[in-house]
């Protein structure tokens, strides 16, 4: 399996031929290395509705026919916004798809579609983390969002092979509850995310690798453009 990290939350997943990409937020990203139209995935996810996650869902979805996997509200309005092939699910809800199982768990921020001209703002469903397994791997995006006590259940109740985690502080957790997040969840790897595209968010993601080797974890920093096997 070939994991390529695209900058803030968005990750793209290539196994046995299935493409799949999180939160595709490219146009606009400083930090992305790809354009949207050099994206070729079978299916997206979203964690929520913020435009730095759905990002250039519709016209990569529209492009390549991919399923976009979203809660109930955000895949409705992923739907309107012209693309045909949506799966709707919700917290705590699982289905098997034929790449594998997705999982929405909780998470705790927001999830809107802000419109500053209109000043207006359009509610789209519950923010979400996704437990992904596949190739017999166990991936956890957390999406964005706080520490939470239910990440301790969420790492005895699943063998996770990967953690992605925020560490930008500001809008998600920063590093400090992330290093008690990794703890709690006991993945093999936990690789940060959502840090460092714009000055609010600057992280030093080297330095939270080596705090969680402290601890006794494996992590592994990795550069926008960066891919790595899992």
């Not at 809800?93 to 034929?98: A, R």
């Not at 080797?213 to 899992?230: C, T």
């Amino acid at each position: 399996m070939q994991i390529t990290f695209h900058g803030q939350s968005c990750f793209e997943i290539q196994e046995a031929g299935t493409g799949l990409i999180i939160d595709p937020f490219l146009s606009g990203n400083p930090l992305a290395k790809v354009r949207p139209e050099e994206i070729d995935v079978d299916y997206i996810l979203l964690t929520h509705g913020h435009e730095d996650h759905v990002g250039d869902t519709v016209e990569i979805a529209k492009r390549t026919g991919a399923t976009v996997i979203a809660n109930n509200e955000l895949a409705h309005w992923i739907g309107f916004q012209g693309v045909e092939n949506v799966h709707a699910m919700h917290i705590g809800g699982s289905h098997l798809f034929d790449f594998g199982r997705v999982k929405l768990t909780q998470a705790f921020h927001g999830s809107a579609h802000i419109d500053p001209e209109k000043k207006e703002i359009v509610y789209l469903g519950m923010p979400a983390g996704l437990l992904l397994t596949l190739g017999g791997k166990t991936i956890y995006h957390a999406g964005d969002t706080c520490l939470f006590s239910d990440m301790k259940l969420i790492g005895e109740l699943n063998d996770i092979d990967l953690a992605l985690l925020p560490i930008g502080d500001n809008f998600t957790m920063g590093p400090e509850d992330a290093l008690i997040a990794a703890e709690w969840i006991g993945a093999g790897k936990t690789v940060p995310m959502h840090y460092n595209t714009f000055p609010l968010i600057e992280q030093d993601a080297d330095l939270f690798v080596r705090r969680l080797s402290e601890r006794q974890l494996a992590g592994q920093a990795v550069r926008p453009g960066e891919s790595f096997k899992l």
